[in-house]
């Protein structure tokens, strides 16, 4: 008898549960890899790479180099570099984005389906009617608000902060996009939320937590909203991509982020309008895009499938 | 029955009224005016265009004569980019878009939950992973990239086949595959999703093990149950195909209502933009009336159920 | 959204069933479908063999009413529907073939401020009707009604009085017959806001203008005289005789009049153009305009049946039905076959058209591709004859493999750069000619636009015997030594430069190419301000910007239509640049009757205006398309405005383009 209760196997927490049905994924932990090396591309190798907006009339459509890795694109600008700087953009969109329409659709979806009745009715009726709007009106209006104030910004921080003004400027050029996109992004995650929330509403710690007699906002954030986070942010790594594809249909219709910063998604459009002469243009930054949005979902997936309890294993 | 109905439809104007009041208060936010033209145009002139199109009444003004001219005289105004009333060109744009939808969604449905039922049932296999990575092109490359891709290798080769234009029935095919593909994508992951689900459940088990054979098992057993996910990502899906579809329209010439919607929106064409949001509104709020009528209609659990929600 | 309906339908069996059974049937009808449409032919094979043009018009027109539209593409269309009092030539620029006027002249040669055209008296519409003088008068009155509020009646400012007319120049016109009414009396109230001010608090009497004011208001103001605001230097007798000469007016002619019945100034004016009798036009013009036929080429100088748009509305009326298929009526050598929106406008034979027997095409199909992308492919295609343009990008691949093809003509325009002289460090000069000489246009050109335009030696682009500028180089090191001058060595202290410019691909990549320039050659950083259409217009007509690229096509072939834009009040000058002795230059020019002393008064202001370098010359358009080797007559012209009637299309002809 003692020798079977040795061999009683040892407990497990969920996370520990969740990482390891997470390594035994294979696609899975290949995105993660993939991300991992795109990020500290963009992010760390970037700056170790020229000037991408160095124009070179010259040295247009240039095959790949000892000094140009991938060659050089209409302008003679270094193409590796744009592709790398373009995946800030995009991927500082995705993340950026993402992280603001996750604040808002949390608090809201958890409100609504927390205090439930007519409340609950009537904030899912704006959801509804807010879904309804054309999506473009509502862009064009708050880049264009957001603009005339990212002027004033830049300027304001260069005054009183001291920062390099190029790049403030760059960066208050492109932030208002990533609210601009949150602030669109929020709705349906509500609701996601919020379904979420109606299930763990019944449960019995939060009865029990009531009996206690904890005031009703308590229970709100301490309780019931770590216990929705976990599948709320596998959701959102899979509107991560969301956005990032997004910012490349807005750069499709010019209303994107501006010149001379790029995205992968400006890179794709111009690189579109080369595609009978110099396909490269579209196929290098498409690849990195493509490659960042698979491992993306497959992550999302990975992440899904590992913290769902009840999803079919093998 | 008829409370259901009424409370449903005075439901669907309430909101109708919302996305008016919003659509109308952001197009008027929107910075610029409708009648920017390179030439010399006049203060005269300019003035004068504003009263034909009503545009120099008081905001609140502007705001009730619109909807009076919908009830009394039908008429839901005279673009200012196109010059036509903005009704011609919905009733004209629509069934372009209509048949262009429908058949995306076909494409969609018929790539998308065969590649999914596929892949679940082959699980972990080297159809599997194919099959996946056939569905992620779609969520993965933007249809600006598909499109001319299309173009270029299939258009251009195949007869038949047009680079676009919108004449023969078959010109539908290419810019209603580009549409469908990103749908298709998605419905593929979640069919896969749904049906692996429901192939761990109990009653499948009992199902084999008493002998049924496996094609039966999927066919009769697990695609009701497994095309659930993929059904609900219907709704979602339609808003997509409306979404997506400029992009499509643009590339292959198609005379649709989405490149209205996009167009209006840059030229600040108010009137054709109110026009195309409430026409958008009124389709889904009846599409979701005449989902759950049926609904309640086929199954009296459903029905009983939804109006105790 | 719950599609819950669909769910408990594919759980009756029985409909799965049927469902099944019928899917099947889908792949055959594709199958079908294919096997149907595959023709042996190519569109283009097939529609040069039935004489049917298709030609891509980049975009649907806002409409076929030539006083309403403003556009190249819109004009596109017209000039197939509709003809004028001449014709242009199929291959000269400048010269004029009858078109509804079988003769013309100025009644004094050495001062044409007086023409005469004499009509074909067989001219009729594609409905029957006659085609008379009094359709011309009509048009004339129509395009200039401010009702119509339409984008181009200032090209009819040059016929006497249009102008006074269009903008209701009420007090003007009441004035001008008195007995006190002297040049300088009317130049002293030269600040008076006759017309709307736009800068006047909304609402007030100053925002509609004196000469707006209606019969209430006038009233009113005649009470309360505080409630319109005259400059300082207005006697209170000028102001009082004004106002009652307007309330008078409209006393005695609207008073109680109905809003419709409403008598507008027209009786006050002496219109310019007259109908001596049915089949004679006169022309009477401000100013001898040696070149007026040319002018009558453009759209605004057709004539519109009065018949067909009266019985659809009034002469003011702006959205009628008068321009449907089924209503239009017209004289060109084609009529209107169909509309489809947004997918081809189809203009087939005038049976009625008095050349019908030299037309030689039987029709045009217009596509309104907007894409430049899927124009060009839809060409490789074989889907049309003609393209609008080739995109830049594809150009070269063009010229490669289908070099027959390929046509790159010079195009009566000039692209340029506005520089908003309000703004430092544009106000000076130096500053100005610096930009301007540090601008390697050869480069842009060969490196970046590819398509064969040409540097822009001077701003008027060469043509007939106009002596063309050399003033525009490529100059850096002078252009270093004037930045220096004007206090910026090597581009430091230069304040802040916005480069506007549209969200067009092409404009991208123009725009970087320059501000890596500035930056290599001045030193100097701009930072690029990309906007769609709507938003760049309207922040260069509010002059919010400091640079911007812009450009201007000719409407006519003459400089002028290139030099009047930049006098103070020309609504096209948008960069705050004016010069008196500039305007006393073109004022001269105006007055002057023999073409060679003319040509070199103009020539003397473009000078003057290089001098002063407001905008920066960056090159000559030149209009690269596709052409199909089946269409023959098609020659470049400088406008191209081609005329339809003169074409031909061979099948047959040239290589297939696969």
């Not at chain 3, 000719?554 to 305007?583: I, S, V």
């Not at chain 3, 407001?614 to 020659?635: A, C, E, F």
Request: aromatic residues 12%; contains cysteine; charged residues 20%.
């Amino acid at each position: 008898m003692t020798d079977k209760m040795s061999s009683i196997p040892q407990g497990s927490s969920l996370w520990k549960d969740a990482r390891a049905r997470m390594a035994k994924n294979r696609f899975a932990m290949g995105g993660l890899w993939v991300i991992g090396i795109m990020f500290s591309l963009c992010f760390v190798f970037a700056w170790f790479c020229p000037d991408p907006n160095k124009i070179n009339l010259v040295n247009k459509f240039a095959s790949s180099s000892e000094e140009h890795w991938f060659g050089t694109d209409a302008l003679g600008r270094d193409l590796f570099a744009r592709i790398l700087y373009g995946g800030q953009v995009s991927i500082l969109v995705g993340l950026i984005a993402t992280a603001v329409s996750v604040a808002i659709g949390i608090v809201y979806g958890a409100v609504s389906g927390f205090v439930g009745g007519k409340t609950d009715a009537f904030m899912m009726r704006i959801v509804d009617t807010l879904l309804a709007i054309p999506f473009l009106v509502l862009v064009i209006v708050l880049q264009a608000t957001l603009s005339k104030w990212s002027g004033d910004a830049t300027i304001w921080i260069v005054e009183n902060f001291g920062w390099d003004k190029e790049f403030t400027g760059r960066l208050t050029n492109v932030v208002p996009l990533f609210f601009a996109l949150g602030l669109l992004g929020w709705l349906t995650l509500s609701r996601i939320v919020r379904a979420q929330v109606m299930s763990i509403k019944e449960r019995e710690f939060v009865e029990a937590a009531v009996a206690l007699g904890y005031g009703k906002a308590r229970i709100l954030f301490r309780h019931v909203i770590p216990n929705v986070l976990g599948p709320t942010v596998v959701y959102s790594t899979l509107t991560v991509p969301g956005f990032i594809m997004y910012e490349a249909i807005l750069s499709f219709l010019g209303l994107g982020v501006e010149s001379p910063n790029s995205s992968w998604g400006v890179l794709i459009k111009e690189g579109a309008n080369f595609l009978e002469t110099e396909i490269q243009l579209l196929l290098l930054p498409g690849l990195f895009f493509s490659l960042t949005l698979f491992s993306l979902n497959f992550l999302g997936d990975g992440l899904r499938d590992a913290l769902d309890v009840k999803a079919s294993k093998d | 029955m008829f409370r259901f109905l009424i409370g449903r439809l005075f439901q669907g104007m309430l909101v109708l009224l919302a996305l008016y009041t919003i659509t109308f208060f952001l197009a008027k936010a929107m910075p610029g005016e409708p009648f920017t033209s390179e030439k010399n145009v006049s203060a005269e002139t300019k003035a004068n265009i504003r009263k034909l199109y009503g545009l120099d009444q008081p905001l609140w003004k502007q705001y009730f004569v619109y909807p009076k001219n919908i009830i009394t005289e039908g008429s839901f105004g005279i673009s200012t980019s196109k010059g036509r009333p903005v009704g011609d060109i919905i009733l004209q744009s629509f069934p372009n878009s209509l048949l262009l939808g429908l058949c995306s969604l076909a494409f969609a449905i018929g790539i998308g939950v065969p590649i999914g039922v596929l892949s679940a049932v082959r699980k972990n296999s080297w159809v599997d992973w194919t099959c996946m990575a056939i569905a992620m092109i779609g969520i993965c490359v933007p249809s600006f990239t598909i499109g001319p891709l299309l173009q270029i290798y299939a258009a251009a080769h195949i007869p038949g086949l047009k680079v676009a234009g919108w004449g023969n029935l078959q010109d539908v095919l290419l810019p209603a595959f580009t549409l469908g593909l990103v749908s298709a994508a998605y419905l593929a992951r979640l069919t896969r999703g749904g049906i692996l689900e429901v192939l761990s459940q109990d009653f499948v088990r009992t199902a084999r093990a008493k002998g049924v054979s496996p094609t039966k098992v999927i066919l009769k057993h697990t695609l009701r149950g497994g095309l659930l996910p993929a059904v609900a990502y219907l709704g979602p899906a339609f808003a997509a195909l409306i979404s997506g579809s400029f992009i499509v329209e643009t590339i292959f010439q198609v005379p649709g209502m989405g490149q209205h919607f996009v167009n209006a929106a840059t030229t600040r064409d108010e009137f054709l933009l109110l026009g195309l949001s409430l026409f958008f509104g009124f389709l889904i709020v009846v599409m979701n009336l005449l989902a759950d009528l049926l609904t309640g209609f086929l199954d009296p659990r459903v029905r009983l159920a939804g109006e105790t929600e | 959204m719950s599609f819950s309906f669909i769910q408990k339908i594919l759980g009756v069996p029985r409909i799965r069933k049927i469902l099944g059974q019928r899917l099947r049937i889908v792949p055959v009808v594709f199958a079908c479908l294919f096997l149907w449409s595959c023709e042996g032919q190519s569109t283009v094979e097939e529609a040069s063999k039935d004489g049917i043009l298709i030609m891509g018009n980049s975009g649907e027109p806002k409409g076929l009413d030539p006083h309403i539209v403003s556009g190249v593409l819109e004009s596109n269309v017209i000039r197939s529907l509709f003809e004028g009092l001449v014709e242009a030539h199929p291959s000269k620029d400048g010269t004029a073939l009858p078109g509804v006027a079988t003769k013309w002249y100025a009644v004094n040669d050495k001062r044409p401020d007086e023409w005469v055209f004499e009509l074909r008296k067989d001219a009729q519409w594609s409905d029957g009707k006659p085609l008379t003088a009094q359709d011309f008068l009509f048009s004339f009155r129509r395009l200039l009604t401010p009702a119509l509020a339409s984008d181009y009646s200032f090209m009819l400012y040059y016929i006497k009085d249009a102008e006074f007319f269009h903008k209701s120049q009420r007090s003007y016109l009441l004035s001008r017959n008195e007995a006190n009414f002297t040049r300088e009396w009317w130049s002293s109230l030269k600040e008076v806001d006759f017309g709307p001010n736009e800068q006047a608090k909304e609402g007030s009497f100053n925002f509609i203008g004196l000469d707006k004011l209606n019969l209430s208001q006038l009233e009113r103001l005649l009470k309360e005289p505080h409630l319109f605001k005259w400059p300082k230097d207005v006697s209170g007798e000028i102001r009082r005789d004004l106002l009652m000469k307007n309330l008078n007016y409209e006393k005695d002619n609207r008073g109680k009049l109905a809003k419709e019945e409403l008598k507008d100034l027209w009786e006050l004016i002496d219109f310019g153009a007259t109908a001596p009798d049915k089949h004679t036009l006169r022309i009477k013009l401000n100013s001898p305009i040696p070149f007026l036929p040319e002018i009558t080429k453009h759209y605004t100088w057709y004539p519109v049946p009065m018949h067909a748009v009266l019985k659809h509305g009034k002469i003011g009326d702006r959205f009628t039905d008068w321009t449907k298929p089924d209503n239009l009526v017209c004289n060109g050598a084609f009529v209107l076959k169909s509309w489809k929106f947004n997918d081809h406008i189809e203009v087939a034979r005038n049976p009625l058209y008095w050349d019908k027997e030299n037309v030689g095409i039987n029709g045009v199909r217009f596509l309104p591709i907007t894409n430049l992308y899927t124009e060009d492919r839809m060409y490789y295609d074989e889907q049309m004859h003609v393209t609008y343009t080739i995109a830049s990008e594809l150009i070269e691949y063009s010229r490669k493999n289908y070099p027959e093809h390929v046509r790159s003509e010079l195009y009566l325009g000039t692209y340029f750069i506005r520089t908003n002289v309000a703004n430092k460090p544009f106000t000076d000069p130096r500053v100005r000619l610096a930009f301007s000489l540090s601008l390697n246009q050869k480069s842009l050109i060969d490196n970046v636009l590819k398509g064969g335009q040409k540097p822009a030696a001077g701003l008027v682009p060469p043509f007939g015997d106009y002596p063309a500028s050399d003033a525009v180089t490529f100059n850096p090191d002078l252009a270093r030594k004037l930045l220096a001058e004007a206090g910026y060595p090597g581009g430091k202290g230069l304040p802040d430069i916005e480069f506007l410019t549209t969200d067009k691909e092409s404009s991208k990549m123009t725009a970087e190419a320059l501000q890596a320039m500035w930056k290599e050659h001045l030193g100097a950083t701009i930072k690029i301000k990309q906007m769609e259409w709507t938003s760049y217009i309207t922040a260069m007509f509010e002059k919010d910007y400091d640079l911007a690229a812009g450009g201007w096509i000719g409407d006519y072939m003459d400089p002028l239509t290139f030099l009047d834009m930049w006098m103070k009040d020309a609504g096209n000058n948008r960069t705050g640049w004016h010069n008196e002795e500039f305007e006393g230059i073109l004022g001269e020019a105006a007055q002057t009757g023999d073409p060679t002393e003319r040509y070199a008064l103009l020539a003397k202001a473009e000078a003057l205006f290089l001098k002063e370098r407001p905008i920066l010359p960056v090159y000559w358009y030149t209009r690269n398309y596709l052409l199909h080797p089946d269409v023959k007559g098609w020659n470049p012209l400088l406008l191209d405005n081609h005329p339809y009637k003169f074409l031909r299309l061979e099948p047959g002809s040239g290589n297939k383009t696969n």
